[in-house]
């Protein structure tokens, strides 16, 4: 059996060994690093985030900074001073505000929950009359049993996340350097494109920079997209909250608005919480918080979202659906978050590389230009100066 043709030579099999040597130490770093290399990550994702403005800002500066390398370090003190007073003022009524309600019903939730066990207990008796008295007890136990199951397992969620990620040493302290770290980050973004790509051989070059693009357009729409529904829904169900009298209606607001980030049940499942307490105080309030969330799903659907959100991942619902429950069972609340955009991800970089090695000729522009008319693909304008 012979070799493939970049394995043919003693040098391509020793540079191929160190490679996979070297990438293998480093996810075993990150793997072990987790929990430090957390707020890290979060600022990558910041600065992908804000790396539009800046570089917006940047060239758009008074010529005499751009000359004295002055305005990319302005741009990104001004997002730094902007970001933080807008933070400041939202966080100065929403956390307290959060905060107070959160408490609230941490203090009512052992009421909720005794209610919410007699109201199934008493439809249970209900549907038990007529049923031998042993099989009743066995059933009235087991509820019970699976009751404070599903309590107690909150409970310990709650603590084992607290314990393990907010009070980790590691983890606070690079939260702390973060800041610092961010501002490096965005201002020799250029500089590290430039190393980047100028590591890569040249014969690849033009297919990672392609790769790259796909990235890059497909993440930036879906992460927009997706805040800014997160924003609008969290808003739109705040306030039908508050219309109709629900108690706790900004936290419960706030988690439809979070449960926004899972594609397609995210909805259905940031409902739950406030049809929930409303039932507990009305079963009519219930019905009416249900109807809602509907019609605030509809706005999302008709509206929003083609305005917003477009079609980025371009998947058929049916598809997301079953994307979200194997990510959940692969990798829990990150894969129901990220599940969606990574499958986008894998199918458009493979129609790519299908494109390279199966059209005889094919150079990566031409690849391009066929993934773009058979998909529909949208990238981001290039940053030429900083890939050249």
Known sequence: MSLPSWLSTPAQRYRFVLVAALAYLVIRILVAAWAALVPFFLGLLLAYLLLPVVNVMDRNAPRLLRRRGLSRPLAIIIVYVVGI???????????????????????????????????????????????????????????????????????????????????????????????????????DEARGRRAFFNAIPEVARDDVRCI??????????????????????????????????????????????IFELIPILGPYLGAVPAVLIALLKQPILAVWVALSFFAIQQIENLFLVPRIAGNAVRFHPAVVMVIVVVGAEVAGVWGMLLGVPLAAMVRDVSRYLYLRTTDRGATPEMAMDSLRASTGLIERPARAAAEE
């Open 85 to 187: 007073a807008l933070t400041a003022g939202v966080l100065s009524y929403f956390i307290p505000a959060v905060s107070s309600q959160a408490d609230v019903l941490v203090s009512v939730l052992p009421t909720y929950v005794e209610r919410v066990q007699g109201l199934l207990m008493y439809d249970v008796g209900q549907i038990l009359e007529g049923i031998p008295p042993e099989i009743q007890e066995a059933v009235n136990t087991n509820l019970q049993r699976a009751l404070g199951t599903v309590w107690d397992g909150l409970q310990k969620g709650l603590q084992v996340t607290v314990r393990t990620v907010s009070q980790t040493v590691s983890f606070i302290i690079g939260m702390a350097i973060v800041p610092f770290w961010l501002f490096y980050v965005l201002n």
């Open 212 to 257: 790259f693009g796909i990235l890059d357009g497909l993440l930036s729409s879906y992460l927009r997209g997706q805040l800014i529904l997160c924003v609008l829904v969290g808003v739109m169900a705040t306030i039908s909250l508050v219309i109709l009298g629900v108690d706790l209606a900004l936290l419960l607001g706030t988690f439809a608005g």
